[in-house]
């Protein structure tokens, strides 16, 4: 990956929609020649995939927590993927270092749909010790969306 494929990549972070003519034209490129390069970034598994990311205010999901979970004794991370991923409010997961085992990015209607997943990850996840939970109050930097 060279620097016009970041600024491709930036491109299309800001973009994902943007055309491979306009594109190319900021970063100096035809249009096919920006194509071969996505294609091949999505070859390369740089790229992933494409997808659309939905304002959470517009879906009424106007809460969002941050949840450390703390467990007893040790639970793998593909048990705790199958736990969290049953809760549909559970919009980001993962493993993490320090205090907590693991960190949850939550996204609900209101604070009392928030306690219903907040629940619903403790009777889905074997073994919590005890979660932590932070609610947002303004979003500050939203880079990749929510």
């Not at 705790?80 to 997961?93: D, G, I, M």
């Not at 949850?104 to 997943?117: F, K, N, Q, S, T």
């Not at 629940?119 to 990749?144: G, K, M, P, Q």
Request: hydrophobic fraction near 45%; avoid cysteine; charge should be negative.
């Amino acid at each position: 990956m060279d620097a016009i494929d970041r600024k491709i990549l930036d491109h299309l972070l800001g973009d994902g929609r943007a055309g491979y003519a306009a594109i190319g034209d900021k970063v100096g490129l035809s249009a096919p020649a920006v194509k071969r390069r996505v294609d091949r970034l999505v070859g390369d598994g740089v790229i992933r995939g494409f997808t659309v990311v939905i304002d959470p205010d517009h879906m009424g999901w106007t809460t969002e927590a941050y949840v450390e979970v703390h467990m007893q004794g040790a639970v793998s991370p593909e048990d705790l993927r199958a736990s969290f991923a049953k809760v549909p409010e559970v919009h980001v997961a993962a493993t993490v270092s320090g205090p907590a085992d693991a960190m949850l990015h939550i996204v609900a209607r209101d604070v009392r749909d928030l306690e219903r997943a907040l629940e619903r990850v403790r009777d889905e996840t074997a073994n919590i010790a005890h979660t932590n939970t932070s609610i947002v109050l303004s979003r500050l930097i939203d880079r990749y969306g929510p």
